[in-house]
């Protein structure tokens, strides 16, 4: 018990006290009247006292102030955010740096969580640093605000919370139901305390049992007692043993309580009542609200409390102890869960091996909220907050839930519990009821391989119900996506196999989820090494269909496997070994063979191959560029022909680049003349040597051609460089191509000269001169450096065969 739930037994004492204390009292009086009040905890009195005071003198701040300490503490959310409203707008010096602390707090409380952000960061503007603990507590809270704001605008709708009825619920506190059978268990604060010395009698708790529908009743005096609050039902695994908490008056309003135990005998009747030994119980604190469960290793029969004895996290927190043959164990703190906050109403649900609680201390709505602890694979407790509406901004306690997990039972403050003053609306508890729908949640069971962590198709995910041992099996060929249709609220096991990889075991749980689909992603480690090659084609890079991949023992040349002609797919999937050399090979009729290779040293799990493969075509040799010595072949002639043919003029033009680097670096020193004999060395063995090499793989490309068949038009170019004049430049265009048409005649003993005779090759041909040629190139023929040496210039001296055509046969 405390002061939570002790709200409603105050109510008629104070209100007594008031009407007596009315007649006659000073200013000072309601004031020292609210100050003692404050400090006996009496909340509701003080607020009643400092709202007489108010009516003296309205324009003291300090006064509404503590007015809205009293309401706030009262759980009189709507009277405080109105009070402390109104100390911000007059305390124009900050005379009350927490205002906009607890302003933003029962905003909160009272579900307006945008505005509360609002303060709460107001309050860390002004005055962050002056107090670790406010400052710690305003930034964890506006987070909270940001994120209720999402989480209550999507409730879960497979929940329907409902008010029980007024024969179990009244205008004072109804909590701690838990439902056994029909039967539901409760205590109420509503009952007169008997031989009180107080008057009018304090109120104090008792145990009752009712149905849903059925008017309550006390469990008699042979649980219940007159004098002392007795609450807080549970009941051990067999219902032979039930476990409650008796709690007495320290001062005019606290109380500390005690657990206690009775036997269910035979006859129905109950033994005499054992108070749990002094290890459990404390004289110097409280310790309340059993609950009977297993211990978190999962192994023990254990009693689990709340108390704010020493050795804990934070203000209030669980505990357990192990209940055994002679007694019970010293009591053990389960702080992978407390906080520095209070934690309290513990409830071990068997079923699924779940703590659920509430706490003030994770993010949440406001106030206490509901949560649930579970074990995850490494054995560590995680903590998730229970979804709207079983959670509201205001506090919810006391959850408890049936076996099968579609029907809860909770206390909470929320609108709409009954009370007995519409001014203090949220001061007392009622019982409300969830049911939950069994509902479906879709998983997607994602497979990868853990090493390269690439989609791996062809897996095969079993998932098994571990309360009904169902088992449903899914293989997917065409990706790595798995579906089922889960059960909310239930642990799955999921086991995942594939050829050639080791299986995976793993769990999934939908408790507590209210997403509609969830994603688990699995990842398999190989046994062998697989290998996917796929094949594209280069120019394209589409898939490339019909292709033969042969596998290759590199260092043997043995061949491993050989996969022919895919047909409808350009993939290839091979298993090998690791710690091996390969070679691997691509072949497609009217392409050309492609090779790579593969060290599978040190590399496991998926590895992946392309091969690019190119179309057999004779512009896959092209563009072939020719370059020619100033005014050659044939210098100082203004005829369109020579006899000689490119090679003739390409070795002693090769022979020049000493004289080429000589005279173009002549003028220059040091660093400068090593660039420009530099740029002389890398065009004559790059581009000019280039682009000798690439004519004699043209003219074997282009015989390859001819022979299967085809009909060919070369499309041939000429250019000069600009120091002479234009019409001796173009003959001089035309000198050249017709050294390369001459190159082609010589071909292999005039096979390419046969194929000009029949019409199988054309060519076409367009001499430029210098018309093409960039601004900036020298045609000053004086200047013999820039004119003929430069790279430049030499450049422009060239013939060019950019194209060959397709054309159709001669019938």
């Known amino acids: 018990m405390n002061t939570l739930i002790m709200k409603k037994n105050l109510l008629t004492l104070c209100f007594a006290l008031f009407l007596a204390f009315a007649n006659g009292q000073s200013f000072k009086a309601w004031i020292a009247a609210a100050e003692n009040a404050m400090i006996s905890e009496d909340y509701y009195s003080a607020l009643v006292y400092y709202t007489e005071a108010l009516e003296f003198d309205e324009s003291r701040c300090d006064l509404k102030y503590n007015t809205a300490e009293a309401a706030r503490l009262f759980n009189a959310y709507s009277l405080a955010e109105e009070k402390y409203q109104e100390v911000i707008d007059q305390d124009g010096d900050n005379e009350f740096p927490l205002a906009s602390f607890w302003l933003a707090d029962v905003k909160q409380k009272l579900g307006k969580h945008e505005e509360a952000k609002m303060l709460y960061d107001l309050y860390l503007t002004e005055n962050d640093g002056d107090d670790d603990y406010y400052s710690a507590k305003a930034s964890k809270e506006s987070k909270a605000c940001s994120w209720a704001i999402d989480l209550i605008n999507n409730p879960d709708e497979s929940i329907t919370v409902t008010h029980l009825d007024e024969n179990i619920n009244t205008p004072y506190s109804e909590f701690g139901a838990i439902k056994l059978d029909d039967d539901i268990y409760f205590s109420a604060l509503k009952f007169e305390q008997s031989d009180s010395p107080y008057n009018p009698d304090r109120y104090i708790a008792k145990i009752l049992k009712a149905t849903e529908f059925d008017l309550a009743e006390t469990l008699g005096d042979d649980i219940n007692n007159d004098r002392l609050h007795t609450a807080h039902t549970a009941f051990n695994k067999e219902k032979t043993k039930v476990y409650y908490t008796v709690c007495h008056f320290i001062t005019n309003n606290d109380i500390r309580c005690d657990l206690y135990s009775r036997d269910l005998n035979q006859d129905g009747s109950w033994s005499d009542e054992v108070k749990l030994p002094e290890n459990i119980n404390s004289n110097a604190h409280t310790t309340t609200q059993p609950n009977i469960g297993v211990s978190p290793e999962g192994d023990k029969e254990v009693v689990y409390f709340v108390s704010d004895r020493p050795g804990g996290v934070g203000k209030k927190d669980i505990w357990y102890s192990e209940i055994l043959e002679d007694g019970y164990s010293d009591p053990i703190n389960v702080e992978s ?27 949440g709505l406001g106030g206490f909220d509901i949560y649930v602890a579970e074990k995850n694979l490494r054995d560590e407790f995680v903590v998730d907050m229970l979804p709207v509406p079983l959670n509201s901004s205001y506090h919810d306690i006391y959850y408890t839930i049936n076996e099968e997990e579609t029907e809860a039972l909770f206390s909470s403050n929320r609108f709409g519990s009954l009370f007995l003053e519409s001014s203090k609306e949220a001061c007392c508890y009622d019982i409300y009821k969830a049911d939950i729908e069994i509902r479906t949640i879709r998983l997607n069971a994602l497979t990868f391989d853990a090493t390269t962590e690439l989609d791996l198709l062809e897996a095969t995910v079993t998932i098994i119900d571990l309360k009904t041992g169902e088992e449903r099996t899914v293989t997917s060929l065409e990706n790595n996506a798995h579906f089922f249709e889960l059960d909310a609220n239930r642990d799955y096991q999921i086991i995942t196999t594939r050829p050639y990889y080791y299986p995976d075991t793993t769990s999934i749980s939908t408790r507590g989820k209210v997403e509609e689909e969830l994603t688990k992603r699995i990842y398999l480690k190989s046994e062998y090494i697989e290998l996917e090659v796929l094949t594209f084609d280069r120019k394209s890079k589409d898939a490339l269909n019909g292709v033969s991949v042969s596998l290759y023992d590199d260092e043997t040349n043995e061949l491993i496997n050989k996969l022919d002609f895919n047909k409808i797919s350009n993939r290839f999937v091979f298993y090998i070994e690791p710690d091996r050399k390969y070679r691997i090979e691509g072949f497609k009729p009217n392409y050309t063979r492609e090779t790579t290779r593969l060290d599978t040293h040190g590399k496991s799990g998926l590895l992946l191959k392309k091969l690019y493969l190119l179309k057999e075509d004779a512009n896959n040799y092209l563009p072939v560029v020719l370059y020619y010595d100033n005014d050659h072949p044939n210098p100082r002639s203004l005829r369109k022909t020579t006899k000689k043919t490119y090679s003739q003029t390409y070795f002693p033009y090769i022979n020049l680049k000493e004289k080429f680097k000589s005279e173009y670096g002549k003028p220059l020193k040091g660093e400068q003349r090593n660039i420009a004999e530099s740029q002389i060395e890398n065009f004559f063995e790059g581009d000019v040597k280039t682009g000798y090499a690439g004519l004699n793989n043209f003219f074997i490309e282009l015989e390859k051609e001819l022979l299967k068949g085809k009909r060919l038009e070369l499309e041939i170019k000429g250019f000069a460089s600009p120091r002479a004049s234009n019409s001796y430049n173009k003959n001089l265009s035309e000198r050249r191509i017709k050294a390369v048409v001459n190159e082609i005649h010589k071909y292999k003993n005039g096979f390419l000269l046969e194929q000009l005779y029949s019409e199988n090759l054309i060519i076409r041909d367009v001499s430029y001169g210098e018309e093409q040629a960039p601004e ?24 060019e065969i950019v194209r060959v055509n397709y054309l159709p046969s001669i019938n």
């Open 337 to 363: 869960i407390n906080t520095a906050e209070d934690d309290i109403t513990p409830f071990y649900h068997d079923a699924s091996s779940r703590l659920f609680f509430s706490s003030e201390g994770y993010q």
């Open 776 to 799: 900036g190139i020298s045609d000053d023929y004086f200047d013999r450096r820039n004119s003929v040496y430069s790279v430049e210039a030499s450049k422009e001296r060239r013939v």
